[in-house]
């Protein structure tokens, strides 16, 4: 900032005084982990419908369908997980675009938050029956602890489940599981990387004295 002295003619520079916007007291941001949970959701829903579909044309488009629908059930799966990876990162983008200016520690918390949210209402769908919301790692989960069940379970004798039996649903339980702490640090990784894509750095203001 400058002005002229007038008796003198001079002129007189001040110095400008920058100071940092500051960020978010409360780091934690709840409305735009909600809207990123949204968006997340939405995106999964879309692209398992997708897959799926394009699945279903490929079976029925096919003059084996016996022999091909395992190789296509893979196929399908491997491809949800990547449609699960892609809704976490678009999720954590919102979250961070709708956050304002913050810094990069602040959008890789509220990515990680996101996350954990994502991870809480998968659970709640998946005891609600709609596992398929969120890709193969919980359905395949899903999928293993209800063959457990009839297997095992309190309905049917446990005499009837020879020790073949018994190492299958193991193997397959184990093979579940592990997929599933897989799939859920993947996701983990794309939520925090799509928030620290999407965030702004804080502004500056200045001030003039």
Do not use: K
Request: hydrophobic residues 50%; contains cysteine.
């Amino acid at each position: 900032m400058s002005y002229v002295n007038r008796p003198t003619g001079e002129v007189i520079n001040e110095p400008v005084a920058v100071a940092p916007v500051v960020d978010y007291h409360d780091r934690v941001r709840w409305g735009p982990i909600i809207s990123g949970l949204l968006v997340a959701i939405a995106t999964q829903l879309i692209l398992s419908a997708i897959i799926a579909a394009l699945g279903a044309g490929s079976i029925e488009a096919s003059g084996r369908p016996r022999t091909i629908t395992p190789n296509i059930a893979g196929n399908v799966g491997i491809w949800s997980t990547i449609a699960l990876l892609i809704s976490l990162f678009t999720g954590g983008w919102v979250t961070a675009r709708a956050c304002g200016p913050m810094n990069r520690n602040t959008a890789l918390l509220n990515g990680a938050i996101l996350w954990a949210t994502t991870l809480a209402v998968s659970s709640w769908l998946l005891a609600s029956g709609v596992s398929s919301a969120f890709g193969v790692a919980a359905s395949n989960a899903g999928e293993v602890i209800n063959q457990l069940q009839q297997q095992g379970g309190v309905n049917v004798p446990q005499t009837n489940v020879t020790a073949q039996q018994a190492r299958e649903i193991a193997s397959n339980l184990r093979s579940g599981l592990w997929w599933f702490v897989f799939g859920s640090l993947l996701g983990l990784i794309a939520a925090m990387i799509g928030a620290a894509v999407g965030a702004r750095s804080p502004r500056t203001q200045a001030n003039y004295r």
